[in-house]
Each structure stands twice: as structure tokens, then as C-alpha cells.
């Protein structure tokens, strides 16, 4: 059975939901401190089932409407708000919500033995990058070698030929390779041919 709605607090969360979203969109600099509030709301909505205020279908239709771009920062949210409830507000608001994303992953594997403070520290401490790295070594063990995005421009014409070695080299390669690395291989490929031409001239 569905439990019964207050319907005075079920306007108000949506009401707070609502406000902090479009506070969001007015205040895109700071919205990174409310992200605690909203993942409160949400939680709230979803197990008190307020979205049949609305006449909805379900919790996930809920969000469909308030984060039409992704619903995964939505649930990103609500994990922050589950998993982190030892770590005071105020602090988490301090760490930003990236690197909350992050201490939600250290705390799932660790259950009741994640160490709060110690992590805690090293978000505060730590650049975000290497925040996440540091996470990524204690998760899996390895060590993360430091990357970069580039940017270049391609004509539209020339994108065929890009997907296709690209597809070709994961085939020869291994799918589960990553298309950076069938590019470098790519490259390579091209480089010691380059270099076996020049050693025959």
C-alpha cells in the first residue's frame, strides 16, 4: 500500500526541490553548497511517495521533469545524502559536490568501517583531480596514469575515415580497449612506418 501523503509537507519538499533548481539555473557559480539540501528533498520524496501530488506515475517521471538532462546527478544526490550522513553537513558543503561523488564510492565499499575523517581531510586537501585518483588507487588497487583531454577540429568529411581506423584498430585490439588508446595505437602504427620508409630511403 502506498503510504499516506501529508500533503503540507509533500508542497513544501517540492516546493524546496523546485526552489533549489531554479536558484541553480540563476546561480551556477555557487550551486555546488545546496547540493546537500537537494538530496535530502529528493530521498524524501521518493519514500514518502510525494510525486503523487503531482498526478505522477512514479519517482523516476519525478525526475524525468525536475532534471530533464540527467537523472544519474539526481540519484548522484540522493547517495551523497545516504551514504555521507556521518559527515556533518557544513563539511560536505565545504568538499563540493564532485568530491562528495567521490566519498559516496569509498563509503559503499567500506560499510562501517569507512574512516569519514580521514577522507574528509583528504577532499578538503586535495585538488579534485587527485582527489579522484586517490580514490580510484584505494578502489582498485593501481595506480592512475594522469591524463588530458585534447581538442581538435575535423571536417565533417574527414569523420568517416576517423570511426572507421578507429573501429577497425578496437577489432584488431580488443573492444574493451578504449578509443584513446586506439588512436595512440594508430599513431604508433603510422610512426614506425614513417620511420621504416626513412631507414630505406
Known amino acids: 500500500m502506498p503510504p499516506e501523503i501529508n500533503r503540507r509537507r509533500a508542497v513544501i519538499v517540492l516546493g524546496k526541490i523546485d526552489e533549489i533548481l531554479s536558484w541553480e539555473k540563476a546561480k551556477e557559480q555557487e550551486k555546488d553548497t545546496r547540493f546537500v539540501d537537494l538530496g535530502e528533498c529528493l530521498c524524501e520524496v521518493r519514500a514518502n511517495q510525494y510525486w503523487r501530488l503531482e498526478k505522477l506515475k512514479s519517482f523516476d517521471e519525478f525526475l524525468e521533469r525536475r532534471f530533464p538532462g540527467s537523472r544519474r546527478k539526481a540519484y548522484y544526490l540522493m547517495a551523497i545524502h545516504e551514504k555521507l550522513k556521518r ?33 574528509l581531510h583528504k577532499a578538503k586537501e586535495m585538488p579534485k583531480e587527485g582527489f579522484k585518483d586517490e580514490v580510484q588507487r584505494h578502489l582498485t588497487g593501481k595506480d592512475t596514469e594522469s591524463w588530458e583531454i585534447i581538442y581538435f577540429k575535423l571536417y565533417k568529411s574527414q569523420l568517416p575515415v576517423l570511426e572507421q581506423a578507429l573501429e577497425t584498430a578496437a577489432l584488431m585490439l580488443g573492444t574493451d580497449k578504449s578509443r584513446g588508446y586506439c588512436l595512440e595505437m594508430i599513431c604508433a602504427d603510422f610512426l614506425a612506418g614513417a620511420t621504416l620508409r626513412e631507414n630505406q630511403s
Open 87 to 119: 559527515i556533518p553537513k557544513p563539511q560536505l558543503r565545504e568538499v563540493g559536490w564532485s568530491k562528495a561523488v567521490e566519498l559516496v564510492k569509498v563509503a559503499r565499499r567500506e560499510g562501517e568501517d569507512f574512516d569519514c575523517a580521514t577522507w
